[in-house]
C-alpha cells in the first residue's frame, strides 16, 4: 500500500486555522497583510520550523519553508495562500498550504530522503479582497507584475500594500524569492458543484479559465430626494442597477460568468438621490477571444444607456489574464496517481484564478481539485468532507515524493 | 422704507461656517455630533454670546440664543440646523440658523424692543445623514421621539447618539428644551426648481409632504465569481437592480418620488458573488394615502422578484411622517409681509422634510423658502444668490419682529 498522510494531524491544523479570524457560521475573515493573516503566519511559521523546515519570507511576504533534498537540484514546490475573502470559508487556499505542511510531516514520519529539496510555500493576497488584483504575489514571482506595482496598491481606506507588509513584520528580501522551480502542485477545493455532481473523488485540473477585471464609474448628479421631480433627476443608481441587468442577460444568452460583485455610491444618504456609482464587473471563459468578445458587447450596451439617460460613465480595465493549460505531463502525473489508489477521477477546468496560474509560466504546473459541499466557496458553509481532504493530500503527498525522486527535468 | 438685515454681514457668516468642514467643489461634510460639527457649534455660541444672547443647551443638544422681550410672554422662534449631508452643501439649514442670528442683530442694530421674547434655535441632526432618522432632536422636542430612542440611535460604525452629544461636550439638561412657543418660523433653501423655473424671489411654504423611509434587505447566496454557474447563483445584487428599476417605474407611474439613496452588500469584494444587499427606499407625496397605495404596490412587486428568483427578502418600515399644513395666519403674514417690500411671491410645497414639520405639532408655524439655482440641494454645487438670501432674511426680520410685537396669540 502506498504512503499515507495523517488525517488526523492535518484536521488539526485546519481546525487551528480555522480559529484565526472566525466570524460566525464557521467561517474566516482573514484578508491580506491583517492583524489575522499576521497571526496565521506567525502560527504557520512556527509550525514550519517544527517540521524542521528552514524558512524564509520574500519581498512580497512570500513565506517558504525548504526541506533539502540528497542533491542541490532545482526544488519541487507545492503550497496554496492562508488569506481568505471577507467572509470566506475555512478550506479555500488554506487546505493546500496545511496540506503541504502535512506532506512534509509525512515525509520525515516516514524518514524519507528525496534526490531533489521540496518547498512549501504560502503566497501572499491571493484572494485580492483587500489589494486588488489577486495572486498578487505569485504574479510577482513569475515577473507578472513589477514589485513597484505590487508595493503601491492600496486598500479601500487608503493603506499601501509595502507599508502593510512592514506593519505585520512580513517584509523580507528580494533574493529569498524562489527561483529555478522544478514543477508546482497546488491543491485546492473546487468550489463548484461538478466533482459533488458527478460523484467523482478527485478532479485533475486541466487549466484556468481567462479572465479579466473591471470598473465601471457612472457619474450621474446628486440631488434631495424630497424635493426633485423624478424626470428631473440624474440618478446613478437607478441608471447602474439598469447596466447590472444587461449584464446579466449578456452573460447568459453568451455563455460566459460575469458578476458585479462590489459596489460604492456616492453619497450614500436615504434622503440624497446618489450622483456617483462605482461597480467592478468580473468576466470569465475558457476562450479568451470569446470572453473578450462579450465584453465589447458589456461594454457597449454600458455606455449606450449611460449615454440614454444623459449621464457620463468610464470603463477601466483593472486587470486581464488569458486563460492558461497546466503542464500535460504533470496533469497526467496526478491522474495516474489518483488511479493507482482506486479513486475516481474527472479531468475538469478551473474557474476560478488560482496562484497556480502564475507559476504554471515559469514552471511545469498542476493542480489537485477535491470537491466542495454544495458547490459552496467564499462564503461561510464553505466545507469539504474529511475523506475528499484524505484523499486529496494523499494524492498530492505521493505525487510530490514521486517528483522528488528523480534527476531529470519536466517538459 | 421697511428696517433691513444686513446682507454683507451675514454673507460673512454663511461664508465663515462655510470653512468648517469644507470639502472640494465648495460643498461641506458636517455630519451631526462630529468634530466638524462640534466646531461649527462653537463659532456659533460665540457669535450668539458676541450679540448679547442668552444661550442655553437642552438634553437632545438643540442650541438656543434667548433676546429677552418687555414682558414675559412665551417667544417667538426662528432657525434651523447647522448640520449638513456627507457631500452637502453651504446653504441647506445653515442660512436659517445664521438669518435668525441676523434677525437679532438687526434688532439690536436698529434698538428695537420688542413685547415678546425671541429665541433663535440650532437643531440636532436635522439631515438624518449620520442618525436616521432626520429631523430627531425637533422631533424629540415636539414629543415625537422619546428621549431614550434618540439615545440610542446609532450610525453605521456603531457609535451612540448620546455617547456623541457627549463627547463634543453638547449634552444639556432637559430642564433648556424650550416650551410654550409663540410661533416658529424658518427660512430655508427651496431645494427643489420651481422658484427659479417661474422666476419668483419668495416661496410661501403651505406645507410638507408626507414620507416613509424603508429598509430592504435582500438574502441571496455568496459564491465564488469564476465557479458558480449563472443559472446556480443566488446573486442578491443583480435581484435588487430588478427591484430598483420596479421602484423607479411605479413611482413614474403613480407620481410619487421615490428614491434608493443607500445600498450596501456583502461580502463586497470583487470575484464574490454577492450574498446579501441592504438598500434604503424614501417614498414621498403630498397626499398620505396616495403614498401609503402606492408604497404597498412597491412592496408586492419586491416580493415577486424574490420569490420568483427564490432570494429572502425583509422590508422594514424605519420613519413615517404624514404630510402636515403649516398654521394660514402665518403662511397670510408671510406673503403679505414679501409683497409689501415688492417681492414676487409664489405659494408652494416642500418636496423635503424640515424642522418645521415637527414644530408645526407644537406651535403655529410657517417657513419662507428662497430660489436654488437649477434646483440643486445635497450636493456641493448648492447656491443661493446673494439678492434671494437678503430678500429671504429681510422677509424673516419683519414677520419676526412683527409677530413679537403683540400680546396676542396666533390661531
Keep these: 500500500m502506498k504512503k499515507q498522510i495523517n488525517i488526523e494531524r492535518l484536521k488539526n491544523t485546519i481546525n487551528k486555522s480555522a480559529e484565526i479570524g472566525k466570524i460566525p457560521g464557521n467561517g474566516l475573515r482573514r484578508l491580506a497583510l491583517t492583524d489575522e493573516d499576521k497571526a496565521m503566519r506567525d502560527l504557520f511559521l512556527s509550525w514550519m520550523q517544527e517540521a524542521n523546515l528552514e524558512t524564509r519570507i520574500d519581498d512580497l511576504g512570500n513565506m517558504y519553508g525548504r526541506r533539502e533534498g540528497k542533491e542541490d537540484l532545482s526544488p519541487i514546490v507545492i ?185 460604492s455610491l456616492e453619497p450614500n444618504a436615504t434622503n440624497s438621490v446618489p450622483g456617483e456609482v462605482i461597480f467592478s464587473l468580473d468576466v470569465r471563459h475558457f476562450e479568451d477571444n470569446k470572453r473578450k468578445n462579450v465584453i465589447n458587447k458589456m461594454k457597449q450596451k454600458i455606455v449606450e444607456i449611460a449615454s440614454y439617460y444623459k449621464l457620463e460613465v468610464e470603463i477601466q480595465c483593472l486587470w486581464e489574464v488569458p486563460a492558461v493549460e497546466f503542464n500535460s505531463n504533470i496533469i497526467n502525473l496526478i491522474e495516474e496517481t489518483a488511479k493507482s489508489n482506486d479513486y475516481s477521477i474527472q479531468r475538469l477546468p478551473s474557474g476560478a484564478g488560482h496562484d497556480a496560474k502564475y507559476m504554471q509560466d515559469i514552471a511545469p504546473s498542476g493542480m489537485i481539485f477535491v470537491p466542495s459541499v454544495d458547490g459552496k466557496s467564499h462564503i461561510e458553509s464553505e466545507l469539504t468532507l474529511d475523506k475528499d481532504i484524505e484523499q486529496g493530500a494523499n494524492v498530492l503527498y505521493q505525487v510530490t515524493e514521486y517528483l522528488a525522486r528523480f534527476e531529470y527535468s519536466i517538459q
Design 79 to 263: 503550497g496554496s495562500h492562508l488569506d481568505t475573502q471577507p467572509n470566506g470559508g475555512r478550506f479555500d487556499g488554506i487546505l493546500g498550504v496545511l496540506s503541504a505542511l502535512e506532506v512534509i510531516q509525512t515525509l520525515n514520519d516516514y524518514n524519507v530522503e528525496t534526490l531533489r529539496p521540496i518547498e512549501i510555500i504560502n503566497f501572499t493576497n491571493e484572494e485580492g479582497a483587500r489589494f486588488e488584483p489577486p495572486m498578487i504575489a505569485s504574479g510577482g514571482l513569475s515577473g507578472n507584475f513589477e514589485k513597484e506595482y505590487i508595493y503601491n496598491l492600496t486598500d479601500q481606506e487608503g493603506n499601501r500594500f509595502e507599508d502593510e507588509l512592514t506593519r505585520i513584520g512580513y517584509k523580507g528580501k528580494m533574493k529569498n524569492r524562489i527561483q529555478n522551480i522544478h514543477s508546482y502542485l497546488e491543491l485546492h477545493i473546487e468550489q463548484g458543484p461538478i466533482l459533488e455532481n458527478e460523484a467523482m473523488d478527485i478532479g485533475i485540473v486541466e487549466g484556468i479559465q481567462g479572465m479579466e477585471w473591471m470598473e465601471v464609474k457612472v457619474k450621474g448628479e446628486s440631488s434631495h430626494a424630497g424635493s426633485t421631480p423624478m424626470h428631473l433627476r440624474k440618478d446613478a443608481l437607478t441608471v447602474s442597477a439598469k447596466m447590472i441587468n444587461i449584464i446579466e442577460d449578456l452573460a447568459i444568452e453568451h455563455g460566459v460568468v460575469a458578476t458585479v460583485g462590489r459596489l
